[in-house]
């Protein structure tokens, strides 16, 4: 079955604290992953994908083909990173996205 | 550029009647995308379009769902007659051209039925 699975609903962390959101996937070939973001009251929006390699607002993202996963990683989050984060991922005709997970950064 | 445009934002109406959501993708972008998102879920894709050619329609309920993107701009969907469970937040997005590249996305229609 094709799927992108993000096991955390919510996860809370303190400002200037390491943040890991996880992004499992399942899909028969070699797919093109992505991470989405939404701020509050804001459209969602490209955060980075894997084939740029970009490090976007400190985020990174590696593809690890062997879990297979997606995580994204930032070394020490702010205020402003609070807000809805989506793994998706597409292959040659499917476009699949995650449940995603809610990112709260607290003072 | 105002990106991804979408009406209504919001529309309230009771089950059993039509509703009818619109979409302009950003100039120049032949692949339209429609997705449903349900409270507390990920966007589900309902039918992406190549320029006026629906290429995957899997995921629509077409006894009640319909869509059509005349001249490969703007893009309609309808469904009719609502059901209480339709009740979501439509999203339309555009991209350059295929699955690979980066969707940008509109703002929603967010629909109640009553």
């Known amino acids: 079955a094709q799927r992108v699975t993000q096991p955390e609903k919510l996860l809370s962390v303190f400002k200037g604290a390491p943040v890991e959101l996880k992004c499992n996937y399942s899909?028969?070939?070699?797919?093109?992953l992505f991470w989405y973001v939404q701020y509050s009251r804001q459209r969602l929006q490209l955060l980075l994908r894997?084939?740029s390699r970009e490090s976007i607002k400190g985020f990174t993202a590696d593809l690890n083909k062997g879990e297979p996963s997606f995580h994204l990683k930032k070394p020490f989050a702010q205020e402003e990173d609070s807000a809805m984060y989506y793994c998706?991922?597409?292959?040659?005709?499917?476009?699949?996205f995650g449940t995603g997970t809610r990112l709260k950064v607290l003072a | 550029e105002a990106g991804v445009v979408q009406s209504p934002r919001y529309k309230i109406i009771e089950k059993k009647q039509p509703v009818a959501f619109w979409c302009n993708p950003i100039?120049?972008?032949?692949?339209l995308y429609w997705y449903r998102q349900n409270l507390g879920q990920g966007p589900e894709l309902l039918i992406r379009?190549?320029?006026?050619?629906?290429?995957?329609d899997s995921q629509l309920p077409k006894d009640r769902f319909s869509a059509e993107r005349l001249k490969g701009v703007d893009s309609t969907l309808k469904i009719q007659p609502a059901e209480l469970g339709d009740s979501a937040v439509y999203l339309c997005?555009?991209?350059?051209?295929?699955?690979?590249?980066?969707?940008?996305f509109g703002p929603g229609t967010r629909l109640l039925v009553l």
């Open positions: 997005a555009s991209s350059v051209s295929g699955t690979l590249e980066t969707q940008y």
């Open positions: 899909y028969s070939g070699s797919p093109e």
């Open positions: 894997h084939i």
């Open positions: 998706a991922l597409a292959g040659t005709y499917k476009y699949i």
């Open positions: 100039s120049g972008h032949n692949t």
């Open positions: 379009y190549e320029n006026e050619e629906a290429v995957d």
